[in-house]
Every structure is written in structure tokens, then in C-alpha cells.
């Protein structure tokens, strides 16, 4: 997810990395050249090179100010909510509004490093921190919500927390490539289903389970598709 910052630079380095912003969520990393964004930044080639020395670097810079000003848009959000259960609903909620404002272009972070085939590149690396916040803020909220209310003492954090952030950014994902709005209406379900047993906790012996049709299933799952559980208790 991406919006622009507001920046703490100089106005010629603000005008090159907002340019970039617009540039590499629209068309691409490699889509975009240099001598486009010196060309819409309206800089002299010394001046650009005088702030960056490269594409690359230019690219870490506005990924960098990105994830944090979208996680501090997702913070102050769930931070203005009190029930915990609507604290951790908020998050995927928001991202149909996210997608619906974006024209379902989806999450820069993700598309960008879909560009990008070196996992030591500099701008996966800047990509993994952000996707590494986003997993934090999900751990707090599902920990909040483990401690705010006895009928979710049990839930396996760690199992949710991960379970969340896969079927968000997979929405996410899906989301763009159909260019609707299903794919986030299904997570809103799925990710909800995830704590209304208030019992899912993943197994650490045999925490997997293969069903007829060959596909390996975590045993937490089968809480969530009951045709899943119920194949299962058929079996025993």
C-alpha cells in the first residue's frame, strides 16, 4: 500500500521523489526511465544526480517514506477504535477503500518487488522491512485482542498473525489482477472466521492434514471450511 508522504526534503528533492511515486505506481520500476522522471521532476540531469545516484537509489528512498507513512495511516486508524474485535477487522477493511481510491493498481510494495528478481537487491530488501512492519501491526492487534477478552485466550498469535497477513496480501494481489472487489470481500470473511471459534491453535505435532483431493491442509483450517473438518471426522 502506498500513498505519497509528506516529505521533509528540500522542494527540488521532494518534486524528484513525489515524481517517482507517481511514475513507479503507475507504470513500473522498469517501466519508468531516469530521463522520464528528471523530465516531470522539471530538474537539470546534475541536479537529479546531485540527490541520487541511481534509479535504485531513488526507488529505496520512496519505499522507505512510503512504508512508514502507510503504517502510520494504518496505526492511527486502529488506534482510534477501542473494541478489539473491530480493531482487528479494521485493517482488512480498509483495504477495499485502499483498492477502490488506487483503481485496484494494489500494493506498490508487492508490485515492485514482482519486478524485481534479486532477493539481495537493495529494493526487495527496503519491500521485506515493510511487509515486516505490516506483520508487526497485525502480531499487536491479534495480541490485543488475545488479552482483551477470555474467549480468545486460546488463539495461536503467531498462527493468525501469519494466517491474516498471507490471505491479505493475497486479496490484495487478486484483487488488482481481477480488478474487483471479490477478492477482499472473501478475506473480510475468511480473516473473520479466523477468530470466531476462538480456538484456533495451530498444532505442533501433525498440524497437517491431507484430504481427498490431495491438497495439504492445516489442521487450523479445518475450523475455518467445515466440509474439510467434517471429511476428516469421517475418516476417524
Known amino acids: 500500500m502506498t500513498n505519497m508522504p509528506k516529505l521533509k526534503y528540500s522542494p527540488v528533492r521532494e518534486r524528484i521523489v513525489k515524481t517517482a511515486n507517481d511514475l513507479f505506481y503507475s507504470q513500473g ?3 519508468t526511465g531516469i530521463n522520464q522522471i528528471i523530465g ?10 546531485s540527490h541520487f545516484k541511481s534509479k ?3 526507488c529505496v528512498e520512496y519505499l522507505r517514506d512510503s512504508a512508514k507513512y502507510s503504517m502510520n495511516v494504518i496505526k492511527e ?8 474485535v473491530e480493531k482487528y477487522m479494521a485493517i482488512i ?5 485502499f ?3 488506487t483503481n485496484f493498481r494494489g ?3 508487492s508490485n515492485i518487488a514482482s519486478e524485481i528478481v534479486d532477493k539481495n537487491n537493495p529494493i526487495r530488501k527496503e519491500v521485506k522491512f515493510h511487509e515486516d512492519m505490516f506483520l508487526s501491526v497485525i502480531r499487536d492487534v491479534v495480541q490485543n485482542l488475545k488479552e482483551s477478552d477470555k474467549r480468545f485466550n486460546e488463539i495461536d498469535v503467531e498462527y493468525i498473525t501469519k ?3 498471507v490471505i491479505a496480501e493475497g486479496a490484495l494481489t487478486a484483487s488488482r489482477n481481477y480488478h474487483d472487489f471479490w477478492p477482499m470481500e472473501y478475506a473480510i470473511k475468511t480473516i473473520e472466521k479466523l477468530i470466531k471459534q476462538g480456538q484456533i491453535k495451530e498444532s505442533r505435532n501433525g498440524s497437517l492434514y491431507l484430504s481427498d483431493e490431495g491438497t495439504i491442509i492445516a489442521k487450523g483450517t479445518l475450523d475455518i471450511f467445515p466440509d474439510l473438518k467434517k471429511q476428516k471426522q469421517e475418516k476417524q
Do not use: G
Open 40 to 49: 516531470e521532476s522539471e530538474v537539470a540531469k546534475a541536479t537529479f544526480y
Open 163 to 165: 494466517s491474516y497477513y
Open 56 to 58: 535504485e537509489d531513488l
Open 107 to 109: 500494493c506498490a510494495f
Open 93 to 97: 477493511s480498509s483495504l477495499i477503500n
Open 29 to 31: 520500476y522498469h517501466q
Open 99 to 101: 483498492m477502490e481510491e
Open 77 to 84: 486508524m486502529i488506534n482510534k477504535i477501542d473494541d478489539p
